[in-house]
């Protein structure tokens, strides 16, 4: 279970704490597998546990009366499934599809909570985690119902600098028929919103990564939602 240590330690939610605490934490992990395209749980679901995703990706998304999905995250290594709902003991607000083979670590909401009671620092961590899902839904909602197509898509890859460490080069980890599922559009949308911000020099598509070329204008176009005129 080296590997899965490995994340645990490298995980926003477990990052940081001493190893006797992650040594506790390991013990009531359980492993599962999951193929590509398999459900990990459904929107209403009890939220009995969450998971921590070792290896593979995972894509988190509503459906519409009409059957249409709406992606709300997609979640790589390290990263967690299902906390929200699980702290605050309510149901799953949503779907889970496994988007590769997938490696997770499964934590029982029960036996977490018991753990983690007398213990400050992962409940600061957990706090932390909880935060940022909020800030994270509320530019989505915000982006979707506010914002045009070029708009979404320059919050967006502002976004990802961000959480890459500031960094002028990005790299895109889903493809761009994702990418335009995670912004309310589609494909051909987002190929003439990136082809005109090419033309306009504010990014450049360098492989399967995007530099950005001038973070100001790029800043103002996420910040009024509007296409450039």
């Known amino acids: 279970m080296k590997k899965a240590h490995e994340v645990l330690v490298a995980s926003r939610l477990f990052g940081g704490l001493p190893e006797e605490h992650l040594a506790e934490i390991e013990k009531i992990a359980v492993e599962r597998q999951f193929d590509k395209g398999d459900v990990i749980f459904h929107d209403g679901d009890d939220g009995i546990g969450f998971y921590l995703i070792v290896s593979g990706s995972v894509n988190v998304y509503k459906l519409s009366s009409e059957g249409k999905e709406q992606t709300l995250h997609f979640l790589k290594e ?88 500031g960094k002028e080069l990005i790299r895109l980890n889903i493809s761009k028929a994702q990418l335009a599922n995670l912004l309310g559009t589609g494909p051909e949308s987002l190929s003439r919103a990136l082809g005109n911000m090419k033309g306009s020099r504010l990014i450049a598509e360098e492989g399967a990564s995007i530099r950005l070329l001038d973070r100001s204008l790029l800043q103002e176009l996420a910040e009024t939602g509007k296409a450039p005129r």
């Open 78 to 165: 390290g990263e967690t499934v299902g906390a929200v709902p699980v702290f605050s003991g309510k149901s799953f607000p949503a779907n889970a599809r496994a988007m590769s083979q997938s490696h997770l670590l499964f934590f029982d909401r029960r036996k977490f909570i018991r753990l983690i009671t007398d213990k400050p620092a992962l409940t600061m961590n957990i706090l932390a985690l909880l935060s940022m899902r909020l800030r994270e839904f509320t530019v989505q909602v915000e982006n979707l119902s506010l914002k045009e197509i070029p708009g979404r898509l320059a919050a967006y890859l502002l976004y990802l600098s961000d959480e890459q460490g």
